[in-house]
């Protein structure tokens, strides 16, 4: 389970520089999805080994209009997604009257919530913490976001509340089951396509659990296979049609993901594709995961507009060129049934397992076509490759100056492994030791 925490306090006490600073090294996931979050900002990082979201909500403006209506807004809604609550205030400026009302109004909510204490670079800590114990809470962290310093600590600490592994009753209930997420922008048709998915001739579903979780895992089998479908869009927990659409949470997108093998990300073929089908593509790519894109409502395209949309669809998605496109209608059911031959496949290729001697044999010709650069002087020997991981497959290759591989050189040699493996599906991951 990815741990979700929170940035609030007011403005200038230093969210965005914290929020920059955990996320820093994986920028390319930092999105802000206007008209759906207003500008609460969602980023992903990784810590002390761990990987947890962050929001960061911008900032609760002074106290002239109330609390209630500063808290009403998004940070009222980051602190609900929110596993655990940062509460941040300005050791230079000292206490004020807007902190106080934010920690009673956090006190009210029954959540993990933490006082950081900011900008305690050039001062003296104790001095700065002490005008802070007059709030009463107990857990206390004095940090200097822009210098990075007790940041890795603090964050140690708060994630030990959550438990690092995932939850196990999926896991365990279902070995060898292909979980596959089903995600997407609201009103792009995940409902109507898990409708689909489900109701097909030779699918039988088992049960649809009753689940805490904030998406529903439905396991089912179709022909020989076992599958569970995480329904981000929560089809099934309604109980009728007329029930409300389920609010759409990038949080809960972003754990779907993580939680499968292979992830379906719908598209709406009017609309081509948004900045957000964008960050939730860019998102799949990070996680390593098995990719399918379904461009949906190809029944509303004249078929003189369909060359012209694949080739454009094409050319924005050639970064993610290894997934299968389907141009399917959810509503109708056409090309739904060849979602799951892209979808088996990305799921094999994703979990194969790759022998040492097969990862050599394929760099050693792979070097002889096409020899890495010189370094220095000195040529780069790459010397052989053994399998680190699956789901994404995670090559690893040993040699000498293997910090110096240019990145045309780790592409040259993905291309070559994918294409030799049949890797189709799923992105590749390689990785260099040094044996110097
Ligand atoms: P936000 O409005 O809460 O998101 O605050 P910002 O992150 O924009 O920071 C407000 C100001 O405080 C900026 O000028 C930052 O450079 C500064 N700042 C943030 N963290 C620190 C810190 O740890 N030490 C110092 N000295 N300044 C900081
Ligand atoms: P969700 O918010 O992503 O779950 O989207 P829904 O499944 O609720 O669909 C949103 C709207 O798009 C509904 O009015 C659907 O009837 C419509 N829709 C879904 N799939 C298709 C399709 O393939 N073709 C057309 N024309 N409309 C569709």
């Not at 969210?15 to 996320?23: G, V, Y």
Request: some cysteine; overall charge negative; hydrophobic content about 40%.
């Amino acid at each position: 389970m990815l741990p979700v925490i929170a940035l609030v306090g007011r403005p200038n006490v230093g969210k965005s520089t914290l929020f920059n600073q955990l996320t820093r090294s994986r920028d390319a996931l930092v999105a802000d999805y206007p008209g759906l979050t207003r500008d609460r900002k969602y980023g992903e990082a990784n810590l002390e080994g761990r990987t947890f979201v962050v929001i960061d909500t911008g900032g609760i403006s002074g106290e002239e209009e109330g609390i209630d209506s500063h808290m009403a807004g998004q940070s009222l809604q980051a602190i609900e997604e929110a596993d655990a609550v940062l509460f941040m205030v300005d050791a230079r400026e000292g206490l004020n009257a807007a902190d106080e009302a934010l920690a009673a109004h956090l006190r009210q909510r029954n959540k993990q919530f933490h006082l950081v204490v900011n900008k305690i670079d050039g001062i003296d800590e104790t001095l700065a913490l002490s005008d802070f114990y007059r709030l009463g809470i107990d857990s206390m962290f004095g940090i200097a976001a822009s210098h990075g310093r007790g940041v890795r600590s603090m964050i140690g600490q708060v994630l030990a509340a959550f438990p690092d592994e995932p939850e196990p009753d999926l896991l365990e209930e279902q070995p060898g089951s292909i979980r596959v997420a089903v995600v997407g922008r609201p009103n792009v048709g995940k409902s109507t396509l898990v409708n689909r998915l489900l109701g097909e001739e030779r699918v039988v579903v088992y049960d649809q659990p009753g689940t805490t979780r904030d998406s529903i895992y439905i396991n089912y089998c179709r022909g020989e296979k076992d599958y569970t479908l995480i329904d981000t869009a929560g089809v099934r927990r309604r109980k009728n049609v007329r029930e409300v659409v389920e609010k759409f949470s990038i949080v809960k997108t972003l754990r779907a993901i993580d939680d499968a093998h292979v992830v379906v990300l719908v598209m709406d073929a009017h609309e081509g594709i948004v900045d957000q089908d964008l960050h939730l593509l860019g998102h799949c790519i990070e996680a390593g995961r098995g990719l399918v894109l379904a461009v949906n409502k190809w029944d509303g395209i004249e078929p003189e507009q369909r060359d012209w949309i694949r080739n454009e669809l094409g050319r924005r998605l050639v970064f993610a060129d290894y997934a299968d496109i389907h141009y399917i209608s959810a509503l109708h059911g056409t090309g739904v049934g060849h979602l799951y031959k892209s979808i088996d496949a990305a799921y094999r290729a994703a979990t194969r397992k790759l022998s040492t001697n097969q990862l050599t044999r394929i760099l050693e010709s792979a070097v002889a076509d096409h020899a890495p650069p010189m370094v220095n002087g000195r040529r780069i020997k790459l010397r052989y490759a053994h399998a680190g991981g699956q789901n994404p497959p995670l090559i690893i290759i040993h040699g000498n100056q293997t910090g110096k591989v240019p990145p045309s050189y780790q592409r040259y040699l993905e291309k070559i492994y994918r294409r030799e493996l049949e890797l189709h599906g799923t992105p590749v991951r390689i990785e260099f030791r040094t044996a110097e």
